[in-house]
Structures are given as C-alpha cells and as structure tokens.
C-alpha cells in the first residue's frame, strides 16, 4: 500500500518551454503532498506544501510564479515548471502521507529528471 | 530553526559488519523520525521509522532514539554491497507539515 506514482519520468525539452509533472496517490487519498528538487550529490530541498483545494505553501526562495502547483483532487497534484531554463534541471520528486498523523512516513514518487537544453 | 543533522560520510565498512549510522535533531518538539535510503539517481525509499525511546528491530535494521539526547541512530547488520547508499535521516514537527531531512550519510560496503 503507499504508492505515489509520477510522471513523467525524465523529460529534455528546450529552453523556454513549460513543463508540468504530475503526482499521484494511487492507493489512498492525500489532502497533503509535498514537492522537493534534489540537484545532484545534494540534499533533498523541500519547493512547496500542496494543500487539496487551497493554495500551495511556498518554502522561502521558491518563486510561486515559476513553480505552479495545482492540488485539484484528494489523489492528484502537479507542478508545472513554466518557461524552464538550464539552471531549472534537476531531479524533481513529490511525496505524500497517508494521513496527516505526523507519525505516519511521506511516501516518494519515483521522481522525474528534467534537463532542459 | 529545526535541524537535523548528519554525518556526509563517506561511511566505509567491510561486508558482513555492522554499519552504524547516526542523526541528531534540534527541537525537542520533534515526534517521530524516520530513515530513508536513496540509491543514486533514485527516489528515496522508507527503512523505517520509530517514536519511542529505545530500540526497534526490522530484519537487519535497527532504529535507536534517545529523546533526552536528541539522537537517532540506524544500525545495518551483516552489511551487504546493495546497502551502498545514501541514508537520509527525518524527522516529523507538526502533523500536515513536511519531514524534516538531513543531508544524508554515504554509505560504502566492500565486498
């Protein structure tokens, strides 16, 4: 049980273009999921808190009008990376948790690496 | 500002010995913590998790937490060469908010 599923996996596109990634609970119901970009040999950084039918919550230094995130039902959220640049490629994972019970484990996507040329 | 931290590592231990790997976290607030590996290129996948003071055994690993001390330790028995990895350290604050995650410790088995 537990299973986020994201897509897509990797994706090269060119400069400039919008680039959205989608993040799903496929076996329970996430009012909450959470968005991180790892940049290589570095530390998970955590972009936003995605909240069901509400606005995200941007972590301090993420530009919310780069970083587009959409949470419009209980299994779904996505991030839309617009107008990507070179220094936007990395490797992008979403998480989610069961419950909001703080003592429950975030689940992790698979992840999705984007270079953008 | 809540923080946990890790030895980078690189952590180098021979196969068949016991690699021990640990945390410490700042805020006494903290209530669960829980221990992830991430192989490279890869999403970071869940070992497991504790709450309680004291041991918490799962087949070759063992999760250790000392709230008065503020740490948290992960101890990988009878290390094979696929535990070569990068184990990410969290801990949890307030329900609905992120995990909180350490830079991650390198972990090395030779064969």
């Known amino acids: 049980g537990a299973v986020v599923s994201q897509h897509p996996s990797r994706v090269i596109c060119k400069s400039g273009t919008s680039v959205k990634i989608e993040c799903r609970s496929l076996d329970f119901q996430a009012t909450t999921m959470f968005w991180y970009r790892q940049f290589p040999k570095q530390s998970l950084m955590l972009m936003a808190t995605?909240?069901?039918?509400?606005?995200?919550?941007?972590e301090q230094g993420v530009e919310k009008d780069k970083f587009l995130i959409n949470h419009a039902s209980l299994t779904l959220s996505t991030l839309t990376v617009t107008s990507a640049h070179p220094e936007d490629s990395s490797f992008y994972i979403c998480?989610?948790?069961?419950?909001?019970?703080?003592?429950?484990?975030?689940?992790f996507g698979d992840g999705t690496r984007l270079s953008i040329l | 500002q809540k923080e946990v931290e890790q030895n980078s590592g690189p952590l180098s231990v021979p196969e068949g010995a016991i690699a021990s790997l640990n945390c410490t976290y700042s805020?006494?607030?903290?209530?669960?913590f829980f221990w992830y590996r991430q192989y490279s290129g890869k999403s970071p996948e869940l070992i497991m998790f504790i709450y309680s003071n004291g041991d918490k055994e799962d087949g070759r690993f063992t999760a250790q937490l000392n709230k008065a001390s503020q740490y948290v330790s992960l101890l990988i028995r009878d290390s094979q060469p696929s535990d070569s990895a990068t184990y990410l350290c969290?801990?949890?604050?307030?329900?609905?908010?992120?995990?909180?995650f350490g830079k991650g410790t390198t972990l090395s088995v030779s064969s």
């Open positions: 998480s989610a948790r069961v419950t909001i019970d703080s003592n429950q484990p975030q689940h």
């Open positions: 969290a801990a949890a604050y307030q329900a609905g908010t992120a995990l909180i």
């Open positions: 805020d006494r607030g903290s209530q669960s």
């Open positions: 995605s909240n069901e039918g509400s606005k995200a919550t941007y």
